[in-house]
């Protein structure tokens, strides 16, 4: 029996979600017949990866250290196969400033941002209000806010600053939100996208993890034109930033069906009512077959870097 190691918890301030995560996903490696054990960085040595011996590691860490690439090089150095996205595109991904800047190079249309300065200062920006203000190392919505006037700008920067830095603002755009999740190595395939609906109108952390805060409309209720104009740009960036395994990336579609390219997540949420399981559900994806698939894609990526033969 193969045994796989799940990484959950770590010390991001997504910890909770990450917990939730891989919780989901060892209960339903169990049921596809891996042998599981949960190692939390944040409690256990990472020493016991060497004991072990596994032959892949299910990284469920959301957010900091588990996702920015810091993990997967340790992996890397160790040999051992990992699920998602290899460092640097783990790293670029995580970073939303870098992210958007490679988008831009390829043309991809990301809204117009702002860097914020250090010491804080309040700039004159080059876009209106409203506006969004975001941390440029976080997921799940962490530290973001939408800031209607000049004057509330400089309380939102604080609070995002309380995540860690770089902050940047961020055009706002008014349209309809997406979820367009990416699946595979070499071939990619895009899985149904879905239409995001959050009952109190913004998608945040609370919306994103409480049940019944917000649903799921798959198909969208969008003309498909405009879905298929946002599954193409996705694809791209997935792509562009050297994604591998699974990705999801939140896109707005505008009034004019304008697709907006937000971020690009390597370690989506894989809880009971997340998105991107939802996604594979769709397509005809339980869950378990969905992790397991992704240990799959975990060891092909390996045995084509390392030169590994051994099969899950």
């Given at each position: 029996m193969k045994k796989i190691i799940v990484l959950k918890g770590g010390n991001s301030p997504e910890r909770e979600v990450s917990l939730r995560s891989g919780a989901a996903v060892e209960e339903a490696l169990k049921e596809k017949g891996f042998k599981v054990a949960g190692?939390?960085?944040?409690?256990?040595?990472?020493?016991?990866?060497?004991?072990?011996?596994?032959?892949?590691?299910?990284?469920a860490l959301h957010g900091g250290a588990g996702e920015d690439g810091t993990i997967q090089a340790f992996l890397e150095t160790l040999k051992i196969p990992y699920t998602g996205s290899p460092p640097l595109a783990s790293a670029l991904a995580m970073n939303k400033l870098f992210a958007k800047k490679i988008f831009l190079y390829h043309k991809l249309p990301t809204p117009e941002f702002y860097s914020v300065k250090e010491d804080n200062t309040i700039p004159s920006l080059p876009f209106p209000y409203p506006v969004v203000v975001k941390p440029a190392n976080l997921g799940s919505t962490l530290g973001v806010s939408i800031v209607e006037r000049k004057k509330d700008l400089a309380g939102a920067i604080k609070m995002a600053r309380g995540f860690g830095s770089p902050i940047f603002i961020e055009k706002y755009i008014e349209g309809k939100e997406v979820a367009v999740s990416i699946l595979g190595n070499r071939n990619p395939v895009i899985l149904p996208t879905i239409q995001i609906i959050a009952k109190k109108g913004f998608y945040d952390y609370h919306a994103k993890y409480t049940p019944g805060e917000s649903f799921h409309l798959i198909p969208p209720k969008i003309p498909e034109r405009f879905v298929r104009k946002a599954e193409a740009i996705a694809l791209k960036a997935h792509q562009v930033?050297?994604?591998?395994?699974?990705?999801?990336?939140?896109?707005?579609?505008?009034k004019k069906g304008n697709p907006w390219l937000l971020d690009v997540n390597t370690i989506p949420g894989l809880t009971k009512i997340s998105l991107f399981p939802d996604a594979a559900k769709a397509a005809g994806i339980s869950f378990p077959s969905l992790c397991a698939k992704l240990i799959e894609l975990g060891v092909e990526k390996a045995r084509e870097k390392y030169g590994r033969k051994k099969q899950v």
């Open positions: 190692l939390d960085p944040k409690r256990d040595s990472l020493k016991l990866l060497l004991k072990e011996k596994p032959c892949c590691v299910f990284i930033l050297g994604c591998k395994g699974f990705s999801r990336t939140e896109i707005i579609i505008d």
